[in-house]
């Protein structure tokens, strides 16, 4: 280890995002301390990186889990310097087809889980005067489509409580960052993704959405690619609040806004009646 590596504790690092990162964090000489559901699927970098990887078997939406993990992480490697919270999974559902269940699911993981993990990893940043949370939001952190409206609650809210974040630890020497990934070719909408029962009512609406949403993801990232981004973003003196990965962000982006201004500056007449 050089003084200038860094230790990191990732979330979801069985495949994706997470995976993608860990090892490139792993490659260039840092230290990580990666959570799964089932570390098995850390074992080749286990063989290939030695006690540069410490493999954690977690479940964030246990809270009590994510400080225990935490905190064995700290006392193994000595510090942390990044803190990744990347497990995380899409819910496909229109708002009427949701069940209590699926709903309370996806915010466990997607919100409770990052702040668990964020609330258990403050005390250590703090003491040591540094660190930078990495928040693993999305292009639906900032907008919403049809059929994934609890993916868009989840994140939403990450979004929020991250922003706030940024301001009560920037003092202590801690930056956050959101990074608001597009359409990458990772697992999201595949086997890790959960569905609600369809409705009928809505069958023309669905494929509708479907059709949108392939074209609007016709050319998605490539997860391997997005190491470098990464890496580049924790390295920053400065790093920035939010950033987009991904081509098509940006433009979806600023057409939301543009429409939100519109709507505010065209109803401000009301706006400033309600005031009285």
């Known amino acids: 280890m050089t003084d200038s590596s ?24 840092d230290r990580v301390a990666a959570t799964a559901r089932n570390t098995e699927s850390l074992d080749d970098l286990v063989q290939q990186h030695g006690d540069a990887l410490l493999p954690i078997a977690l479940d964030v939406n246990d809270r009590a889990a994510d400080f225990a993990a935490v905190k064995q992480a700290h006392e193994h490697f000595g510090r942390l310097d990044v803190v990744v919270n990347n497990a995380g999974y899409g819910h496909f559902g229109f708002i009427e087809e949701l069940s ?32 930078h949370i990495i928040q693993v939001s999305s292009i639906g952190g900032i907008s919403a489509f049809p059929l994934v409206g609890m993916y868009h609650a989840s994140k939403w809210g990450l979004e929020g409580f991250s922003q706030a974040l940024a301001q009560e630890v920037a003092d202590f020497g801690i930056h956050v960052t959101l990074v608001e990934p597009g359409a990458f070719s990772t697992d999201w909408s595949g086997d890790s993704a959960s569905h609600s029962q369809e409705n009928p009512a809505y069958a023309d609406l669905r494929r509708k959405t479907m059709e949108q949403r ?17 890496l580049e973003i924790v390295d920053a003196d400065e790093p920035p609040l939010r950033v987009f990965f991904g081509t ?18 065209a109803w401000n007449h009301v706006s400033e009646k309600a005031q009285g």
């Open 6 to 29: 860094k230790t990191w504790f990732i979330t979801g690092t069985s495949r994706g995002f997470g995976r993608e990162w860990t090892e490139a964090a792993l490659a260039r000489g």
């Open 100 to 131: 209590e269940d699926e709903a309370r699911a996806q915010v466990e993981t997607n919100l409770f889980g990052a702040l668990w993990v964020t609330q258990a990893a403050l005390p250590f940043l703090r003491e040591q005067g540094s660190g």
């Open 214 to 230: 392939s074209s609007r993801n016709s050319t998605p990232g490539d997860p391997h690619a997005s190491a470098a981004a990464i």
């Open 248 to 265: 098509a962000p940006l433009g979806i982006a600023k057409a939301d806004y543009a429409k939100r201004l519109e709507t505010w500056e």
